[in-house]
């Protein structure tokens, strides 16, 4: 009898074992593959591997016999899978090999509509540091992906500086093979040495043959009206989100005009741009020279740059009043662990008059700038429960201003900024803890992208 019962399950036809495992997590489902050899067979059924995410990091001690376990999963799903996401420990030659290996097995997928690679630094670490070879191996494996896939839609390589040195490789075959397809394109970096590198010729006019594209990140050094312009004709799709990565300035290439601003914008009308200030040391005035009366910015993020004067904040609020949503400023702690920089210049707070002006501004992360308890609390006033989130830390807000106006102490003026905020956010607020605050803020010795990098890559998410 129970011979007869298990041959049932051993006779479910395929479409109907696919279906069942349709309905279970990862786990389940090897679990159930278990069960006799026709569930074991069709445990790998391109349907039920849409979507793999390869997480390479060998030396995460959670995983074992991860390399292995990759490179199973490449060569069983690697040639039919549609998304695929590399997690890649990218300081760790090993791995870097091992996703070159990944790749390699996907030159021969025609399925593929969407490639993320997703290093843990901007960097990837050879065994040799002049590995040219390898380098030049994910070049050409990544020009076969694109050559071969019937439909690529999706392609971010990672903000990885040592391959998008080179997009314009990759720029061309996109051109060719998948200009009606492309709808998301991700070629901005973080650079190495952000204040002196060079810049690569990209050929803008290129970007007029991607007639669907609605989401594109780029270096600030590419921009040009003639790239814009491309953009905004007729025949294409509106665009919906543009993020701009800014590292240095250079006075050799010209300002990307109001007037293209804004025929950009015309074509686009729901589009939302993102500015990251990443390392910038130039002149603060250099900044403004980016912002634009006509540029819809929704999120401005400044991360490691001392040649940020936060008065620009002021600038954008009377720019940008109907667009910003979103504000994020990071900076390094100095030797106390307390801010390094200030909002406290003694005139208008620019937090205040953002807080003011932009209706529509939902997050404000400040990490590094001191801000004055004061200022917390007009700002929780006037945005209210539209403020979604607000992230300060403790060893950043400063309460002088409190105690000497209320004649409280310190520690009491702590106390009431805290309620205050918690009852006009709607929500129970209290700032970060110095442990939670990213460790390349506390220490100067790691590596500053581990602050950002995650935040950059969410935009870059399919």
């Known amino acids: 009898m129970a011979g007869e019962r ?70 069983h799903c690697g040639k039919f899978v549609r998304e695929v996401v590399i997690e890649v420990n990218s300081s760790n030659p090993r791995d870097v090999q091992l996703c070159k290996e990944v790749l390699k097995v996907l030159t021969y997928n025609n399925n593929l509509r969407a490639l993320s690679i997703k290093p843990l630094s901007s960097r990837l670490e050879w065994t040799d540091y002049n590995d040219t070879l390898s380098l030049d191996q994910y070049v050409e494996f990544l020009i076969r992906i694109i050559k071969r896939a019937h439909c690529l839609e999706h392609l971010s390589l990672g903000c990885i500086e040592e391959l998008l040195d080179l997009s314009e490789h990759f720029l061309t075959p996109l051109s060719k093979y998948q200009a009606k397809c492309l709808r998301s394109l991700h070629l901005s970096s973080v650079k190495e040495v952000p204040g002196s590198y060079f810049v690569n010729d990209l050929n803008s006019s290129l970007f007029s043959t991607f007639l669907n594209l609605e989401r594109l990140s780029i270096d600030y050094d590419h921009l040009s009206d003639q790239l814009f312009d491309g953009l905004a004709q007729s025949q294409h799709r509106p665009l919906c989100h543009l993020i701009i990565h800014v590292h240095s300035f250079d006075y050799g290439y010209p300002k990307v005009s109001d007037a293209a601003w804004k025929r950009l914008a015309l074509h686009s009308p729901s589009l939302e741009v993102t500015i990251n200030l990443l390392h910038f040391h130039n002149l603060a005035e250099n900044v403004r020279n980016v912002l634009s009366r006509e540029m819809p910015l929704a999120h401005f993020r400044v991360y490691f740059s001392s040649g940020f004067d936060v008065e620009i904040l002021t600038q954008i609020a009377f720019l940008n009043d109907h667009s910003l949503r ?25 937090l205040i008059m953002l807080a003011w002006r932009c209706k529509k501004l939902n997050y404000i992360k400040i990490i590094g700038y001191e801000v004055g308890a004061d200022s917390l609390i007009a700002i929780s006033r006037l945005r209210g429960e539209q403020l979604q989130v607000l992230k300060i830390p403790e060893c950043c807000i400063s309460s002088s201003q409190l105690e000497e106006s209320e004649g409280m102490t310190q520690e009491d003026a702590l106390h009431y900024m805290q309620c205050e905020v918690s009852y006009r956010l709607y929500q129970f607020w209290q700032p970060m803890a110095l442990n939670d605050l990213p460790l390349a803020v506390r220490n100067v010795n790691v590596d500053a992208d581990g602050a950002y990098l995650d935040e950059l890559l969410r935009d870059q998410m399919w």
């Not at 001690?61 to 060569?75: D, E, I, P």
């Not at 994020?328 to 707070?349: C, Q, R, S, W, Y």
């Open 326 to 350: 979103s504000l994020v400023m990071v900076d390094e702690l100095d030797d106390n662990l307390t801010a390094a920089a200030t909002f406290l210049t003694g005139g208008i707070d620019p």
């Open 6 to 75: 298990s041959g049932l399950w051993n006779n479910l036809p395929s479409i109907i074992i696919v279906e069942i495992f349709s309905f279970l997590n990862l786990k389940d489902r090897l679990n159930a593959s278990s069960v006799c050899k026709a569930w074991r067979n069709n445990l790998f059924h391109p349907k039920l591997w849409r979507k793999v995410v390869f997480q390479l990091n060998s030396c995460d001690n959670k995983t074992v016999n991860q390399s292995n376990g990759a490179r199973f999963l490449a060569k």
